[in-house]
């Protein structure tokens, strides 16, 4: 991404309530982005909650896409599962068609997935996973988002199924490009004037600043801020903020 970028689009993580929890206030996010990464129950989320953001997200003319998660209820999608190829495959199917079918009741659809969590991470490097992801959203006929330079985004461009490089305004990045491990120091970044300072970055010159200082290419299309960061309606406040004292239009990308 060059100097001469103009558009972002703005994903947030939402409905990853259950129940009577509710995890934040995903009204007030909705009001901000471009693109609602909706929860399809295996990590969060139930039908009501799915239905009820499908709405909320229409209601805005926001974006929805199918956030597919490992079956990890308990541990909210972010514990490995060594799952078999037709497993995963079937596992991302499935929850992308019953979002979708929540998304029709509201009068929108499912536009793209995005994997969730540590499914996220693990298809940044496994490769039978990642094809698994890859063959289920080409059956489903959708775009994908992920991490630039992984593996599924590779298996997704020689699928030909279009692919949204996706970086993040609240994680902390490793040299290489991947995600600093949750459990490890630096891998959040909570101050809402850092976050917005990284994310006009990222659309404008299309980098980010690693933990240790190294300068990381981030070609990215969609940046996204997680609705469980602390403060998260201030965070994505700030941002686009930022944005539009920047110039930079917040669209979908898909």
């Not at 499914?119 to 994908?144: C, F, K, W």
């Not at 992984?150 to 199924?161: F, K, Y």
């Amino acid at each position: 991404m060059t100097d001469s970028a103009t558009t972002i689009d703005l994903n947030v993580d939402l409905g990853e309530g259950f129940g009577r929890w509710s995890l934040t206030d995903d009204a007030a996010l909705l009001d901000l982005v471009s693109s609602a990464n909706v929860a399809c129950g295996f990590h969060a989320g139930d039908p009501s909650i799915m239905r009820r953001t499908c709405e909320a997200a229409a209601g805005r003319g926001v974006r929805v896409g199918a956030h597919v998660a490992y079956r990890d209820l308990a541990g909210f999608g972010r514990r490995f599962v060594d799952a078999t190829y037709a497993e995963l495959r079937d596992d991302v199917l499935y929850q992308v068609g019953a979002l979708d079918a929540f998304a029709r009741a509201a009068g929108t659809q499912v536009s793209y997935v995005k994997p969730h969590g540590a499914l996220y991470n693990a298809i940044v490097h496994h490769e039978e996973q990642a094809r698994a992801v890859v063959d289920a959203v080409a059956e489903a006929g959708l775009a994908l988002v992920g991490l630039p330079g992984s593996v599924v985004l590779a298996l997704a461009a020689e699928a030909g199924v279009p692919t949204i490089p996706e970086a993040f305004a609240d994680r902390g990045y490793r040299a290489d490009g991947t995600l600093v491990p949750r459990r490890e120091p630096g891998a959040l970044v909570t101050d809402p004037d850092e976050v917005a300072a990284r994310v006009v970055r990222l659309a404008r010159e299309g980098t980010v600043l690693a933990v240790d200082g190294t300068v990381v290419a981030s070609p990215a299309r969609s940046v996204c801020v997680h609705s469980d960061t602390p403060g998260a309606p201030e965070v994505v406040a700030a941002v686009r903020s930022a944005l539009d004292a920047a110039g930079v239009a917040v669209v979908p990308a898909v």
